[in-house]
């Protein structure tokens, strides 16, 4: 049977062998009671990387970042990110739900915001505004094509914020995909965010979790709201260990996963019915078709072929490496792209 080729996003990755190893002999205990060892490992370790003073292990990014926003906000407080947030896009409407905040949304290039497009929509205090109370950024930019945030970006709308009493979260569910490729240090993110959220399911090719990362004492509020949201689990232990392992291998190979990206863009390059394509980054490649061409028909095309891709819009699709593709998966991938006639 062909193998298939799925790179319809860097979520569908399954544990490799020495990660089951290590979930399998993890040290549990519960955890909403304080006494799962391997969950606290995980939680400071994390928290140790990126210069935190605590993290909190979560089920999924989409709770993190709940969580953080209902931290660092109260109701009808408004939350300044750009229009192609995940917070904002693919959140369900949590913010709202949630927090019962309302959202400004920005457009940045590619998803990536400056102090220059920030600050004209920070309310000012008036009887008829929102009061602005939090900046969200991500990094990398998943609607950008995986764009990322160097820290020298990243530090301006720090100083802005700090000056006008915002917090400033990340959503961070590539962050190690950033800082593959801009060479920034994790251990210097802790100094410009009041709260950080990574994704241990992404790249990193865990199976289950993210952490949030902050204070001693936002992560002791967020603990709270995580067991309000029924987030509080037991001998999560198991998966926890499945996250440290990630940290210990998996990232430094995403190197990887971007030249893989890039091989994908420079096939489509040569792609007469590719219109465009997002530089490729990261390990996501967004590209636009010729408006004739049906994507659904297109992604069709290729999944007849092997290739799993996703549909983004009426004209563009997605393509995600991780760990469960490999160079000759690329290679294989490529001669699709070569060869495909879309109708
Ligand atoms: C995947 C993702 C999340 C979290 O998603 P979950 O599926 O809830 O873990 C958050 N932000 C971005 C940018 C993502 O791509």
Redesign the pocket.
């Known amino acids: 049977m062909r193998e298939i080729i799925d790179m319809r996003s860097d ?1 569908v990755t399954r544990p490799t062998a020495g990660m089951l190893d290590a979930m399998f002999s993890a040290r549990v205990g519960d955890d909403v009671f304080g006494e799962d060892e391997t969950v606290r490992a995980l939680e400071e370790k994390a928290a140790a990387i990126f210069g935190m003073e605590a993290g909190l292990f979560c089920p ?4 993190t ?1 709940q969580i953080a926003i209902k931290c660092f906000t109260k109701p009808m407080d408004e939350v300044i990110c750009d229009q192609t947030a ?2 904002y896009r ?2 369900v409407g949590g913010i709202a739900w949630n927090s019962a905040a309302s959202v400004r949304l920005l457009h940045g290039d590619r998803g990536i915001l400056s102090p220059e497009l920030i600050e004209p929509e920070i309310n000012e205090d008036n009887i008829h505004y929102p009061d602005t109370t939090l900046v969200v950024l ?1 990094n990398t ?2 609607k950008g094509g995986g764009a990322c945030y160097h820290l020298n970006q990243i530090e301006p709308i720090h100083n802005l914020c700090s000056i006008k009493g915002l917090k400033l979260h990340l ?1 961070g ?2 962050i190690f995909n950033a800082l593959a490729a801009t060479g920034d240090k994790a251990l210097h993110y802790g100094r410009y965010f009041d709260g950080i ?1 990574i ?1 241990l ?2 790249g990193l090719g865990a199976p289950v979790g ?1 952490v949030l990362l902050g204070s001693k004492e936002m992560i002791g509020r967020a603990r709270k709201i995580r067991k309000a949201m029924g987030g509080g689990m037991r001998q999560a232990g198991f998966l926890a260990a499945a996250g440290i392992y990630a940290l210990d291998h998996h990232v430094g190979r995403l190197k990887e996963d971007h030249a893989h990206a890039h091989a994908l863009a420079e096939a489509l390059a040569g792609a007469a019915w590719v219109r465009s394509i997002l530089p490729a980054e990261t390990n996501i490649v967004v590209f636009e078709v010729d408006p004739r061409i049906q994507v659904k028909t297109l992604v069709k095309q290729f999944a007849d072929k092997g290739l799993l891709c996703n549909a983004t819009g009426p004209h563009t699709v997605r393509m995600v490496t991780h760990l469960d593709v490999n160079q000759q998966q690329v290679d294989q991938a490529r001669e699709i792209i070569l060869h495909l006639n879309p109708a």
């Open positions: 979520t999924s990014g989409t709770m970042n995940h917070v693919y959140e991500e930019v998943n959503d569910a590539r959220s994704c399911s992404k993210s």
